[in-house]
């Protein structure tokens, strides 16, 4: 057991450091700290710049395989990209979609040719990618995905006919990856396919979610018959594909989440420290809660990246979305306790927020998507204490 | 960076299990609770010869396993599953610590190797003034004095709540020069249990499986090569060796909640009303996640620690991680000290009329969490100690 990096591995950490020095600024100086949850509606086309700068240096889709353009970073030098891509403040990733999910999905279960095909957009940071998964009937209960896809006879291409919701940056995405039910019989995880469907097509309709912070980063999505490009794997495969991928989201981009988080407490304890909100006992148990539970975030997530042959995948990443989630919506409260009557105040009118308000609302939806608090109890007894699953109406 | 159990670490582990399973069964844990001694002194010599398990973090030099703090996380977590009576905490967590930290070369060589070979020990410093200052185990804890007498010392005052008190051989004493106060004036002092003037007198506790004492010095004589450190100027190590008693007694913790809730959960899985185990009810289940993550999470806290402590025992160890030391063992402490007392409440709960009844284990494990919990400072008290260090310092963020 060992908490210290190698000597290379500190050489990495000095040349991603160096390089996001020398890169995040000039056009890009306005972006930082920018882009996060919450925020990720802002500067799209310049996110999107920053993207193809990225790519410029080799820095996307670090972890990915050499042979498909990747680093072949190891699990250690993709935690330090990620904390000090947070510490210098560079924005968030418009294009963790397309990095994060559809290329390793592609590199574990496309064609060659598919993977030809979208991994270069993908790595040189000029094609976007938005993941729809969740319908109006399909939340919790993901399975019982009700969007169909039908085989043309003429074209030989699959046709999408439905509706996806709570789809991120849809309004700015090229590329979406939907499941949809292919045999029109079947019920729950059978029966559906993973398709990669272009955006920019008469077939679908996006349209923006007004959320309770006055801002949209969610989408519905319409699919009138819209035209598939591909499928990965066979029809009928589509669950475990979508299951594989969820597999890759739990990653190593929490660590660079955490330094965002730490960010955010740091801004807490500074008001704290300077209104006098910290001489409170109350208020210091809660932040020195804060502070613990940040730490033991982080040991959580080296836990969970540190694979052990001998036990098998760490208990620690079952528990890893509620920990995260419950505390980040903690502090979310937190702040707004610290300021105090100011928490009121906004920046201006209409609705525009500040950060912390920002934060204090926006970490109520942390405890929702990717599997609510509720869900991920039910996985953590369930799959991680052997008690019996849940009753199914059908 | 690898934060897992290396296979080395897993062996220990399963020894040590395998141990306990042979001599912590709940018969003998009721046992020995009730006990003149509170140990069984046969099997303490089967720990020590057989596993050498009191010897893992003392140096091979002083004839010990020279093995880093986190093995002895892992005995302790296992001992904490099985309740284990015994002072193994005492010796190993506290005064070992102790003389690791601040003993000089040639008084290591005298007393560790003694350890080595079995000799128990503990360490005394809180003052019976220390109920009425709201739980606190620092300096300002520390009541009984030291006057030079040329030759040697002269030690006088009393000691409340020193873990297995009553059967250490050897105590690890601390006391101040007369008049001073906080962390001014102290010295430690290593004190052959038997020697004169110096009475021990077991206090009954309600967590039975741990034994505390009083301990008093009256005039007691001691050389001054039994002075561990400089003279008046211990307290920086005897700091550092409570935040690495809070690191074992949280690695202790993990095991108690982790236990109570696999016994918990494995008793919801056979009970059955309604016409149904209870496990399968989600107001059960959700409790039982609760748990989960809490357990999960202080055993981050627990390795983090250890990890630590390594470093800071370690003469070429990494000092940044050492310089974590107050902050790793605070956490550690108070996130294992609320999981404890959730755990086994919660725990308790979920066994429902039957965990209230004595002839369940899920109370000898609820008895030991209140107790671990409030030993050396509780959630609450860490807090404050994590909070002072963030907010009270001049220096911005």
């Known amino acids: 057991m060992k908490l210290t990096f190698s000597a290379e591995d500190e050489r990495f950490r000095e040349e991603i450091a160096g390089w996001l020095q020398e890169n995040l600024c000039g056009e890009f100086e306005h972006l930082k700290f920018r882009g996060g949850p919450g925020d990720e509606h802002m500067f799209p086309e310049e996110r999107k710049r920053w993207e193809q700068k990225l790519a410029e240096g080799n820095w996307v889709g670090i972890g990915l395989p050499k042979e498909h353009g990747g680093r072949s970073a190891s699990i250690e030098q993709q935690v330090i990209f990620a904390e000090e891509y947070a510490r210098a403040g560079a924005p968030g990733r418009i294009g963790h979609i397309g990095e994060g999910l559809t290329a390793p999905t592609l590199i574990a279960f496309g064609s060659k040719e598919q993977k030809e095909k979208y991994l270069p957009g993908i790595l040189n940071g000029t094609e976007f990618w938005c993941q729809g998964y969740s319908e109006p009937s399909a939340g919790s209960d993901l399975a019982n995905v009700c969007t169909r896809a039908v085989l043309d006879p003429e074209t030989g291409r699959w046709r999408i006919t439905g509706q996806k919701i709570w789809t991120s940056l849809a309004h700015e995405s090229d590329w979406c990856f939907v499941i949809a039910r292919t045999d029109p019989n079947s019920v729950a995880h059978r029966g559906l396919g993973f398709f990669l469907v272009k955006m920019q097509q008469p077939e679908i309709t996006v349209r923006p979610i007004e959320q309770l912070t006055g801002t949209s980063e969610f989408n519905e999505v319409f699919f009138d018959g819209a035209v598939a490009e591909d499928l990965v794997g066979e029809p009928g495969e589509g669950w475990s594909i979508a299951m594989g991928l969820l597999g890759f989201e739990r990653g190593v981009s929490t660590l660079g989440q955490q330094m965002q988080f730490q960010n955010e407490l740091n801004e807490i304890i500074r008001i704290a420290k300077d209104n006098g909100a910290a001489k409170d006992s109350v208020i210091r148990q809660r932040i020195a809660e804060a502070h613990t539970g940040l730490r033991l975030m982080r040991y959580n997530a080296m836990r969970m990246l540190s694979i052990d042959e001998r036990s098998g995948p760490d ?15 903690n502090l979310g409260a937190l702040a ?18 500040t950060r912390l ?21 039910n996985i953590i007894a369930e799959r991680g204490l052997g008690m019996p699953r849940e009753a199914k109406g059908r | 960076m690898q934060f897992r159990l290396t296979d080395e670490q897993h062996m220990v582990r399963e020894s040590a299990q395998a141990f306990l399973a042979d001599v912590s069964s709940t018969e003998q844990v009721r046992k020995a609770m009730v006990q003149a001694a509170s140990y069984d002194a046969d099997v303490w010599q089967r720990l020590c010869t057989e596993l050498y398990l009191q010897a893992i973090t003392i140096p091979e030099e002083y004839g010990g396993l020279g093995m880093s703090y986190v093995y002895l996380a892992i005995v302790l977590e296992e001992m904490g599953h099985k309740l284990f009576c015994s002072p193994f905490l005492a010796t190993t967590g506290f005064a070992t610590n102790a003389i690791l930290l601040s003993a000089s070369a040639e008084q290591k060589q005298r007393l560790l190797p003694a350890i080595a070979e079995g000799q128990t020990a503990t360490l005394a410093w809180t003052g019976p003034q220390a109920a009425r200052m709201g739980g606190t185990w620092g300096a300002e804890a520390i009541s009984a004095t030291w006057q030079s007498t040329g030759e040697g010392y002269r030690l006088d005052g009393e000691f409340s709540y020193v873990l297995d008190g009553d059967t250490a051989e050897l105590l690890i004493i601390a006391a101040r020069a007369q008049g001073s106060s906080g962390a001014e004036g102290v010295s430690l002092f290593a004190v052959p249990a038997d020697t004169a003037g110096v009475q021990s007198t077991w206090t009954p506790t309600m967590d039975q499986t741990r034994r505390q004492a009083k301990i008093s010095l009256t005039a007691v ?32 913790q993990l095991g108690v909640a982790t236990e109570s809730l696999d016994i918990a959960v494995a008793y919801t899985m056979e009970r059955e009303q309604f016409g149904r185990v209870i496990a399968g009810y989600q107001a059960i289940k959700h409790k039982a996640a609760d748990m989960k993550l809490k357990a999960e999470v202080a055993r981050s806290a627990v390795y983090y620690a250890a990890c630590v402590a390594s470093e800071v025992l370690d003469p070429e160890g990494d000092q940044t991680l050492a310089a974590e030391l107050e902050e790793a063992a605070a956490m550690a402490k108070g996130y294992c000290s609320d999981t404890v007392f959730f755990n086994a409440g919660s725990a308790l709960q979920l066994f429902g009329g039957v965990g ?42």
């Open chain 1, 315 to 329: 208990s620690s990443a079952l528990v890893y979305k509620l920990h995260w989630s419950s505390w980040h919506r």
């Open chain 1, 357 to 377: 308000q920002s934060l204090f609302l926006f970490t109520r939806s942390d405890t929702i998507y990717g599997g609510t608090n509720q869900i991920q109890r």
């Open chain 2, 356 to 397: 209230f009844t004595a002839e369940y284990d899920i109370q000898l494990y609820f008895k030991r969490a209140k107790a671990s919990e409030l030993y050396l400072g509780n959630g609450a008290a860490q807090r404050e100690h994590i909070a002072a260090m963030l907010l009270d310092s001049e220096v911005a963020q």
């Open chain 1, 336 to 353: 707004m306790d610290v300021l105090g009557p100011e928490a009121e105040l906004m920046d201006s009118a209409p609705y525009n927020l």
């Open chain 2, 221 to 252: 004589a001691v050389a001054n090569t039994m002075r561990l450190g400089d003279e008046g100027q211990a307290w920086p190590q005897l700091q550092k060796t409570l935040a690495l008693a809070k690191t074992a007694l949280a690695a202790e």
